[in-house]
């Protein structure tokens, strides 16, 4: 079966009672635990971008507290979790402030949990590639967040 193309699929709800939107939602959120994450942010945390970060680098806070320190491999493998379950995090919100500000937050916990990551290339590049990414970020930001953003970045190079 080929899937339809977003611009057909906004037609089509478009044209669908409010009802049937409501039953097509709850079917949807249903199937996958990413859909039901996704309508949780829209519908309960979109409104109030500020709590939803502070609910984020809770948890971040409470995963970096779990670290295995003495065991670098597992380390690296608890770090790449943090890492991916807050870029999923990050995709829902599709905002750059918050882009920039949890990326931020998290290379800021990696450095005060005094993580060897010059030990380790996989998380020396880790660490980078994520510097990196909140760079090009923040190059498409408006000059005053630039600047502000790019201050509080300057502690976290490596």
């Known amino acids: 079966m080929k899937p339809a193309t977003v611009q057909e699929i906004k037609q ?22 990413d859909n039901k994450e996704l309508l949780t942010y829209l519908l309960f945390e979109s409104d109030d971008e500020t709590a939803y970060i502070d609910n984020i680098k809770k948890e971040i806070d409470s995963e970096f507290d779990e670290l295995p320190k003495p065991n670098l491999y597992l380390t690296k493998k608890v770090l790449r979790r943090i890492l991916r379950t807050t870029a999923k995090q990050i ?21 005060e949990k005094r993580i060897r990551i010059e030990d380790s290339p996989v998380l020396m590049n880790l660490y980078k590639q994520q510097l990196k990414k ?9 000059e005053d967040l630039q600047y502000d953003y790019l201050r509080e970045l300057k502690g976290l190079g490596v």
Do not use: D, G, W
Request: charged share 25%.
């Open 91 to 111: 995709r829902y919100s599709s905002s750059a402030q918050t882009e920039v500000e949890l990326l931020t937050y998290f290379l800021r916990k990696i450095r």
């Open 134 to 142: 909140i760079n090009t970020v923040i190059a498409s930001m408006h």
């Open 12 to 33: 089509q709800l478009t044209k669908l009672p409010p009802a049937r939107l409501t039953e097509l939602c709850l079917r949807l959120a249903r199937f996958k635990k």
